[in-house]
């Protein structure tokens, strides 16, 4: 049971983000959502949660590819006691050719984000007694894969930072940790498969299962539920001792 926490997860008016706002505000969990827009649907989504869950929910507008905007947004939220590091980006290209600037916002977002919301958020769960970090990193934390240079960078990065944080939290009733997805079918992959469909001439199903799913042994994708389930189990007492650690939920890719 969740209640009497809040949840603040990065870049979640959408996908993998969503989806774990509504599982803890479920259990209970105070919710804020973020994005760097800030639309009528932003907060539509939060009042929905709120409706729906009997939990308060809000949306703060923070962009994660700036420094004081991440720690802006844990300030604003006010209290801090489950961190889901959870915005990201993708872009696909071979690394000489690769735009500085893409590399650039890859890293902010994906990675130095998580530095600064971290931070920001470690006084605060602190002073409560109780944290849980969780890192939305990736089976590209793990694993590279060519053309994909900023973002397996990055991913290695957050592996790299979720356990240093644990160590220097390892005493106290924080813990932090990376779950590690594989493909799971968000706009994020969607955006993939339709660039890789006109790139290859390649109709959907081809792409799909020859060059995605191709790395997952178990050639289906992840589910958002999945992942929400994955990090509402991160947050539970029985992963009380569970920190500095990555949970794949990638179909058998990284076993391999
Ligand atoms: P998505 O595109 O649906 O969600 C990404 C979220 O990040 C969106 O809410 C978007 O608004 C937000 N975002 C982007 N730039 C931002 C910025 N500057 N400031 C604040 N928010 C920003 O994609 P998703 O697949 O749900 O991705 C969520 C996380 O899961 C990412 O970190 C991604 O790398 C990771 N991941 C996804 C997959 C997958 O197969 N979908 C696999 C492994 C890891």
Known sequence: DLSGKT????????????GIAWELAEAGADIVLNSFTDTAEDHALAKEIADKTGVKARYI?????????????VEEAGACD??????????????EDFPADK????IAICLTSNFHTTAAALPMMRKAGWGRIINI???????????????????????GLTKTVALETAEEAITCNAICPGFVLTPLVEKQIVDLMAKKDLDRDTVVRDLLLDRQPSKDFATI??????ALF????????????TMSVDGGWTAS
């Open 234 to 245: 991160l947050c539970s007492s029985a992963a009380d001792q569970i920190t500095g650690t």
């Open 61 to 73: 507008q923070a962009d994660m590819s700036k420094g004081a905007d991440c720690r802006k947004l």
């Open 7 to 18: 949840a603040v997860i990065t870049g979640s008016n959408s996908g993998i983000g969503l």
């Open 137 to 159: 990193a990736s089976a590209h934390g793990l694993r590279a894969h060519s053309d994909k240079s900023a973002y397996v960078a990055a991913k290695h990065g957050v592996v």
């Open 103 to 106: 590399w650039d916002a890859i």
């Open 225 to 230: 539920d999945q992942i929400a389930g994955s």
């Open 82 to 95: 489950i961190l889901v590091n959870n915005a990201g980006i993708q872009f696909v290209c071979p690394v």
